[in-house]
């Protein structure tokens, strides 16, 4: 039960966020708010993989744009919201962008906590008092390492899986010259 309620609440958590937020917002053009004649849009905003596990990263790659007519400073904030309903936010970029101007901002996502991890990006003017635009909040799904068969391949079974290998290529050559 206790489980299931900590889920409902990081639901709820993202669901405030996203209201908080003006709303659950797209990477598009038609989303982003004009700050005078400054403008500044989440072109696109993506993460690598949807499913990783502990030990693991991931990239978070976002694409900013200045759709405005002036050059504009831009702050784009990473918020989390974890598996046990905490919440984290994070500065990852401060550009300044002249008109018509994209950079992208990258960022590795490492993985040390299991569950499900909320993800919004949000793009702030550079004295955080304005915020141009938000992403869509994704998931990143982050796994227990398996202790067992089934999970990702190790160095010690490349090793194993290398002497196999080999051994089968000097019995081919014995074989070959009896």
Same mark, same amino acid.
Request: net charge negative; glycine share 12%; proline share 3%.
């Given at each position: 039960?206790?489980?299931?309620?900590?889920?409902?609440?990081?639901?709820?958590?993202?669901?405030?966020?996203?209201?908080?937020?003006?709303?659950?917002?797209?990477? #598009?053009?038609?989303?982003? !708010?004009?700050?005078?004649?400054?403008?500044?849009?989440?072109e696109d905003v993506s993460v690598s993989t949807e499913r990783i596990v502990v030990?693991?990263?991931?990239?978070?790659?976002?694409?900013?744009?200045? /759709?405005? @007519?002036? /050059? &504009?400073?831009?702050?784009?904030?990473?918020?989390?919201?974890?598996?046990?309903?905490?919440? @984290?936010?994070? /500065?990852?970029?401060?550009?300044?962008?002249?008109?018509?101007?994209?950079?992208?901002?990258?960022?590795?996502?490492?993985?040390?906590?299991?569950?499900?991890?909320?993800?919004?990006?949000?793009?702030? #003017?550079?004295?955080?008092?304005?915020?141009? @635009? /938000? !992403?869509e909040v994704r998931t990143l799904e982050v796994e227990e390492r398996s202790a067992g068969l089934g999970?990702?391949? #190790? &160095?010690?079974?490349?090793?194993?899986?290398?002497?196999?290998?080999?051994?089968?290529?000097?019995?081919?050559?014995?074989?070959?010259?009896?």
């Open positions: 039960m206790g489980a299931r309620n900590g889920t409902l609440a990081v639901l709820v958590v993202l669901v405030a966020a996203a209201v908080a937020a003006g709303g659950v917002a797209g990477a #598009d053009e038609g989303t982003c !708010s004009a700050n005078g004649e400054r403008k500044l849009c989440l030990g693991e990263s991931a990239t978070l790659s976002v694409t900013v744009r200045n /759709a405005g @007519d002036v /050059a &504009a400073n831009g702050t784009v904030v990473l918020k989390v919201a974890g598996p046990v309903n905490g919440t @984290d936010t994070y /500065a990852l970029s401060e550009d300044r962008l002249e008109p018509g101007e994209e950079v992208e901002v990258t960022q590795r996502l490492d993985a040390s906590t299991p569950g499900t991890h909320g993800l919004q990006v949000v793009l702030n #003017d550079g004295a955080m008092t304005h915020r141009y @635009d /938000a !992403s999970g990702p391949i #190790d &160095a010690p079974e490349y090793a194993l899986l290398a002497l196999l290998g080999s051994l089968s290529v000097l019995g081919v050559v014995v074989y070959r010259n009896n």
